[in-house]
C-alpha cells in the first residue's frame, strides 16, 4: 500500500500537513482504485483543517510555475501537476433535513467524512501523516467489499439514497464499470427510492448514465437500471421497448433485450460514445411503429426514419449536444437497415455505391452498428449474415477504390452548367446536376470530370438546351 503513495506530491502534502498541524488523507475513488490495480490521476484530499490552505502551501512546494484554482463557495481548491488533478477539501460533515434537498454543512472529523460517502468501497481513505504513513482507514469494511465484489451504502441504505438520490445511479455504473454486485438490501432500497430521482438534474443523471455505456458490459447497468425502475423514471423511450407480444401463434422479439445485446456488441469494437448511443436508439421507434400484418407478421415499417426524428426531442430532455453528434447519431439511426437490406439481396454495385454516398465517412460505424445488429440465437443465421457482410464491405471498398464516393463533390458545379447553356440560375441547373449524380450512381459514367461533362452535354440537349459557343 505504501508502495504506491511513494510519490514525492504525497510527501509534501504529507510534510504540509505536519507542519500546518492539519491531519491530511487521500480519500475516495483514487484509494479503492490503488486496491484494485486501476490506476487512476484524479487525487482527492481531506484535511482535517482547511482543504484551501493545505493545498495553496503544497502548491508552493510543488513548485513556482504550479497554480491553485480556488472554489471558496465550495471550500475546495484543485492542483493540476503533471497528468495528476489533485484536489482538496476540509473534512465536513452533512445533516440533512426532511424538507430541504440541501444538507447543513460543518467541519468535521475524518469520520464524519467517510459516512457522507455513497459507498463503503468509496470511503476508504490512506493516511498521510507522520505517524501512520500510508494507512488503510476503513471505518466501513470496505476492503472486504472490494474482495466480494459488493457496492453497499456505508449508512442505512434508505437514508444515503434519500440524502442524495444521484447514489443510486452512481451505485448501478459501479457495478457496471467494476462488474460488481449491489447488496440486496441496497438494491432493494434502489427500487423503493426511485421516485425521489425526480428531482435530480438530467445532466447528473446523463453523465452516470454515460458512463454506463462506456463501461465494459453496458448491459449490466442497463439491465440494473430497468429492473430497479430507474429508467422509466429518465429514459421512457427505452423502457418501452420492453414486452413481447403473441398473434396467431407469431411472436416479435423483446426489443429491450435485443438493444442492450447491440450496445454490449458495438462496444466491444469501439469506445465512441455516439456510436454506443446509436446502437442504445437503432430501435426507438419500434413501439411507436409495431403493426401486425395477417400473413405476414410482425411488422415495424419505418422504424427507422420516425426512430431519427425522436432523436432531437430526447437528446433535448437529457440535456445531450444538439450538434454534430446528435446529427450523426441520427444518421446511423436512419442508415442502420440499408446495409442488411443489401446483404439480403444480390449485393449490386449500384446499392453500394449509394450506401457509400449516403453513409460518407461513417460508413465504416454504420457496419459496426450492423454486424452487432445481428442477435440470432442461431449461430447458422449469425454466420450467414456475417458472410453477407463481408462481401458488403469488400464491395465497399471496391467500389471505394474505384469511384471515390465517400466525400461525393459534384464533378460539375452549376456555375458550369450555366455557363455552358447560357442559363440564368433555375431549376434546370439542379436537374442536370441531379442527373448526373444519378448516373454516376447507378454506374452509368464513373466519377470524374470528362464523362460527366459529356453527359452533362447530352442530357442538356434531351432537355432542348444546346450549349453555346465559348
Ligand atoms: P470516477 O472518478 O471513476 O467517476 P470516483 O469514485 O472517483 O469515480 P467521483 O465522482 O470522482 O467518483 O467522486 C470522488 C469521491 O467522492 C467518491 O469516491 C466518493 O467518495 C465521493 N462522492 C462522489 N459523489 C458522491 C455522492 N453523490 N455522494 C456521496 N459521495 C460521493
Ligand atoms: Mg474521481
Keep these: 500500500m505504501k508502495k504506491c503513495l511513494n510519490d514525492r506530491v504525497f510527501d509534501i502534502i504529507s510534510q504540509v500537513g505536519e507542519s500546518e498541524n492539519t491531519p491530511v488523507y487521500v480519500i475516495g475513488g483514487f484509494v479503492r482504485d490503488v486496491l484494485l490495480n486501476r490506476p487512476s490521476k484524479d487525487i482527492d484530499i481531506v484535511a482535517v483543517g482547511s482543504g484551501i490552505e493545505i493545498a495553496e502551501k503544497v502548491a508552493r512546494k510543488l513548485g513556482s510555475n504550479v497554480k491553485v484554482s480556488v472554489f471558496r463557495n465550495f471550500g475546495t481548491a484543485m492542483i493540476r501537476y503533471g497528468d495528476y488533478e489533485i484536489e482538496f477539501v476540509g473534512a465536513r460533515k452533512e445533516s440533512y433535513r426532511e424538507d430541504s434537498r440541501k444538507p447543513i454543512v460543518e467541519d468535521g472529523t475524518l469520520e464524519d467524512d467517510q459516512k457522507r460517502r455513497d459507498f463503503t468501497i468509496n470511503a476508504l481513505a490512506f493516511s498521510l501523516n507522520k505517524k501512520d504513513f500510508g494507512a488503510l482507514l476503513d471505518p466501513f469494511n470496505g476492503e472486504n467489499d472490494l474482495k466480494d465484489k459488493i457496492i453497499r451504502t456505508p449508512l442505512e441504505p434508505d437514508q444515503t439514497f434519500s440524502d442524495d438520490p444521484l447514489r443510486m445511479f452512481r451505485a448501478i455504473r459501479f457495478s457496471s464499470q467494476l462488474n460488481f454486485k449491489i447488496e440486496d438490501k441496497t438494491y432493494q432500497s434502489i427500487s423503493e427510492s426511485k421516485n425521489r430521482t425526480k428531482i435530480l438534474s438530467k445532466e447528473r443523471i446523463v453523465d452516470e448514465f454515460n458512463k454506463i455505456l462506456l463501461s465494459t458490459k453496458p448491459s449490466v447497468g442497463i439491465k440494473a437500471l430497468e429492473n430497479t425502475g430507474l429508467l422509466k423514471e429518465f429514459f421512457p423511450e427505452l423502457q418501452n421497448l420492453k414486452g413481447v407480444e403473441a398473434k396467431d401463434g407469431k411472436m416479435h422479439k423483446d426489443n429491450f433485450y435485443h438493444t442492450v445485446e447491440v450496445v454490449d456488441n458495438v462496444r466491444k469494437k469501439s469506445d465512441d460514445l455516439w456510436l454506443i448511443w446509436a446502437a442504445l436508439l437503432h430501435d426507438i421507434a419500434k413501439p411507436k411503429t409495431k403493426k401486425y400484418i395477417k400473413d405476414t407478421g410482425w411488422t415495424f ?129 439542379g436537374d442536370i446536376k441531379n442527373a448526373i449524380k444519378e448516373a454516376i450512381l447507378e454506374g452509368e459514367i464513373r466519377n470524374n470530370y470528362q464523362e460527366a461533362y459529356e453527359f452533362m452535354i447530352k442530357k442538356g440537349e434531351e432537355m432542348g438546351l444546346s450549349p453555346r459557343k465559348l
Excluded: W
Design 301 to 429: 415499417h419505418g422504424h427507422e426514419f420516425l426512430g431519427s426524428k425522436m432523436i432531437p426531442s430526447i437528446f433535448k430532455r437529457l440535456k445531450l449536444p444538439l450538434n454534430e453528434k446528435m446529427k450523426y447519431v441520427q444518421k446511423l439511426v436512419q442508415l442502420h437497415l440499408r446495409p442488411i437490406v443489401l446483404s439480403q439481396d444480390i449485393v449490386t454495385d449500384s446499392a453500394v455505391r449509394r450506401l457509400l454516398f449516403d453513409a460518407g465517412d461513417d460508413i465504416d460505424d454504420l457496419m459496426i452498428l450492423c454486424e452487432a445488429d445481428i442477435t440470432s440465437k442461431n449461430e447458422y443465421t449469425i454466420q450467414k449474415h456475417l458472410n453477407n457482410f463481408r462481401i458488403v464491405r469488400e464491395k465497399l471498398v471496391e467500389i471505394e477504390e474505384k469511384d471515390a464516393l465517400r466525400n461525393f463533390q459534384p464533378p460539375i458545379s452549376g456555375e458550369l452548367i450555366i455557363k455552358t447553356f447560357g442559363l440564368d440560375p433555375c431549376k434546370t441547373v
